[in-house]
C-alpha cells in the first residue's frame, strides 16, 4: 500500500495560480498554508493581501483576507489586531508594497512593536508592473527602468530590510530565507511557522524575508533564477536571523486601543 507523503494544505484553495513559472510566490504561499494548518489556527487567523503580484492572493488561501491598499498592510494589520485581539493577523508584502510606497507603515508598525507577522517577498524588482527598479534592487542589476543597471549615484544603494528592522526595539523575530532549493523551502518553512508561534505568544512584532526567483524579469530561466539567488542576490542580502528575541523572559507590553 502506497503511502502519501504531500498533500495541498487545507488553507489553500483549488485554484491555478497566476504566477509565472518559476515564481517564488507560489511556494510561499504554500508553506504559509501549512504552517496555518500545522498550527491549527485555520478559523483564526487574517491575511492582508498587497498590491502586486501577490494582490489575487485571496483567491488562493482560504481563510479570511482584506485586501490592502498599496503599502499600508501593516496599518490595516494593526488595526485589525488591536480591534481583535484574538485573532492571528500578518500581511505579505513584495519589495514595491513593503520597501517604497508603504515603507513608514512597515517601518512604524515594526517600531511601535505591534504584535502582526509580515511576510515579505524580495525578487528585487517591480514583479506585476513590468520589471522597473524596485528599492531592493542590486547595484548594477538591469531593469526596465535601469536599462544600463542600477547606479548608486543616480539611484541610492539596495535598501535592506532586515537590517533596518533588526534595529528597532520594537520588533521581537526577524530572518530572510530564501526557497530557490529543497533544503532552504524547509528553512524557510521553519522561519515562517516561528514568526507566527512569536505571534500567537504575544511577543511582537516578526518579520521573513523570502528571496524569492524572478525569472520573467530577470530575463532568466528558473533554474538560472535559483542559482543566481545563490551567486550574487544572497550576497547583497545575506540570509540568516538578524533578530530573535523570542527566548525573552517577559513579554513586551502591548499597544492598545
Same mark, same amino acid.
Given at each position: 500500500?502506497e503511502?502519501?507523503?504531500f498533500s495541498?494544505?487545507?488553507s489553500?484553495?483549488e485554484?491555478?495560480?497566476?504566477?509565472c513559472p518559476?515564481?517564488?510566490?507560489?511556494?510561499a504561499h504554500?508553506?504559509v498554508?501549512?504552517?496555518?494548518?500545522e498550527?491549527?489556527i485555520r478559523g483564526n487567523?487574517?491575511?492582508?493581501?498587497p498590491?502586486?503580484?501577490a494582490v489575487?492572493?485571496y483567491?488562493?488561501?482560504?481563510?479570511?483576507?482584506?485586501?490592502?491598499q498599496?503599502?499600508?498592510g501593516?496599518?490595516?494589520?494593526?488595526?485589525i489586531?488591536?480591534?481583535l485581539?484574538?485573532?492571528i493577523?500578518?500581511?505579505?508584502q513584495?519589495?514595491g508594497?513593503?520597501a517604497?510606497i508603504?515603507?513608514?507603515e512597515?517601518?512604524?508598525a515594526?517600531?511601535r512593536?505591534?504584535?502582526i507577522?509580515?511576510?515579505?517577498?524580495?525578487?528585487?524588482?517591480?514583479?506585476?508592473?513590468?520589471?522597473?527598479?524596485?528599492p531592493?534592487?542590486?547595484?548594477e542589476?538591469?531593469t526596465?527602468?535601469?536599462?544600463?543597471?542600477?547606479? $548608486?549615484?543616480?539611484?541610492?544603494?539596495p535598501? /535592506?530590510?532586515c537590517? =533596518?528592522?533588526?534595529q528597532?526595539?520594537g #520588533?521581537t523575530?526577524? !530572518?530572510?530565507?530564501?526557497?530557490?532549493?529543497?533544503a532552504n523551502?524547509?528553512?524557510?518553512?521553519k522561519a515562517?511557522?516561528?514568526?507566527?508561534?512569536?505571534?500567537?505568544?504575544?511577543?511582537?512584532?516578526?518579520?521573513v524575508?523570502?528571496l524569492?526567483?524572478?525569472?520573467?524579469?530577470?530575463k532568466m530561466?528558473?533554474?538560472?533564477?535559483? $542559482?543566481?539567488?545563490d551567486?550574487t542576490?544572497s /550576497?547583497e542580502?545575506? =540570509?540568516?536571523?538578524f533578530?530573535d528575541? #523570542?527566548?525573552?523572559a !517577559?513579554?513586551?507590553?502591548?499597544?492598545?486601543l
Amino acid at each position: 500500500m502506497e503511502k502519501k507523503i504531500f498533500s495541498r494544505p487545507k488553507s489553500l484553495k483549488e485554484n491555478i495560480f497566476h504566477y509565472c513559472p518559476g515564481c517564488g510566490h507560489s511556494i510561499a504561499h504554500r508553506l504559509v498554508a501549512e504552517v496555518i494548518d500545522e498550527l491549527g489556527i485555520r478559523g483564526n487567523v487574517i491575511g492582508v493581501p498587497p498590491a502586486g503580484c501577490a494582490v489575487l492572493a485571496y483567491n488562493y488561501f482560504d481563510i479570511d483576507m482584506i485586501e490592502a491598499q498599496h503599502g499600508r498592510g501593516p496599518a490595516l494589520a494593526t488595526g485589525i489586531k488591536r480591534t481583535l485581539p484574538d485573532r492571528i493577523v500578518f500581511s505579505y508584502q513584495g519589495d514595491g508594497d513593503l520597501a517604497a510606497i508603504g515603507i513608514a507603515e512597515s517601518f512604524h508598525a515594526a517600531n511601535r512593536g505591534e504584535n502582526i507577522t509580515v511576510i515579505f517577498i524580495n525578487n528585487a524588482v517591480y514583479g506585476m508592473t513590468g520589471g522597473q527598479m524596485a528599492p531592493t534592487t542590486l547595484l548594477e542589476q538591469k531593469t526596465t527602468t535601469t536599462p544600463a543597471g542600477r547606479s $548608486k549615484t543616480l539611484d541610492g544603494y539596495p535598501v /535592506k530590510v532586515c537590517e =533596518l528592522f533588526s534595529q528597532l526595539p520594537g #520588533t521581537t523575530y526577524i !530572518e530572510r530565507c530564501t526557497v530557490n532549493s529543497p533544503a532552504n523551502v524547509n528553512k524557510t518553512k521553519k522561519a515562517i511557522k516561528k514568526a507566527f508561534q512569536c505571534q500567537i505568544d504575544g511577543l511582537g512584532f516578526s518579520l521573513v524575508e523570502i528571496l524569492s526567483p524572478c525569472p520573467t524579469n530577470w530575463k532568466m530561466s528558473p533554474i538560472d533564477s535559483c $542559482k543566481w539567488i545563490d551567486d550574487t542576490m544572497s /550576497k547583497e542580502f545575506p =540570509l540568516g536571523v538578524f533578530k530573535d528575541n #523570542t527566548d525573552a523572559a !517577559e513579554k513586551p507590553a502591548r499597544p492598545s486601543l
